[in-house]
């Protein structure tokens, strides 16, 4: 299974960016995440959304400033951003996960896309 991001850009603080990740085929899975790998600093968690019931997570550092969606005719899952900060500049990586053990953490998740890259300029 491969894991499709896109989105990631160039913008100014205070910007907006939308990333989408969809998979190369369907299949079950019970959860979709974000993570952020700032330079030089280990990948951390950003959002999730559960498939079924959309029910959605976020870490402190984006809460308020980031909604994350799923369009399951599509099956691709979002990532608004919005009010973006320098800080928040890195790669940002989409995940699927195939249960609810630990979906706020990097090793709750099978399956990682390649990331995009996000710049947010001061």
């Known amino acids: 299974v491969q894991l499709q991001a896109c989105g990631g850009g160039l913008v100014q603080a205070g910007g907006s960016l939308r990333l989408s990740c969809a998979p190369s085929i369907r299949f079950g899975f019970y959860a979709w995440g974000w993570f952020h790998q700032g330079p030089g600093k280990e990948r951390e968690f950003v959002a999730a959304i559960t498939w079924r019931a959309a029910k959605t997570y976020y870490a402190d550092s984006v809460k308020g400033r980031s909604t994350m969606s799923r369009d399951a005719a599509k099956d691709t899952a979002y990532l608004q951003m919005d009010s973006l900060k320098p800080e928040d500049t890195g790669v940002y990586y989409c995940?699927?996960?195939?249960?609810?053990?630990?979906?706020?953490?990097?090793?709750?998740?099978?399956?990682w896309g390649q990331g995009t890259l996000v710049t947010v300029s001061s």
């Open positions: 995940a699927v996960a195939l249960n609810n053990d630990a979906i706020l953490l990097k090793s709750g998740y099978e399956y």
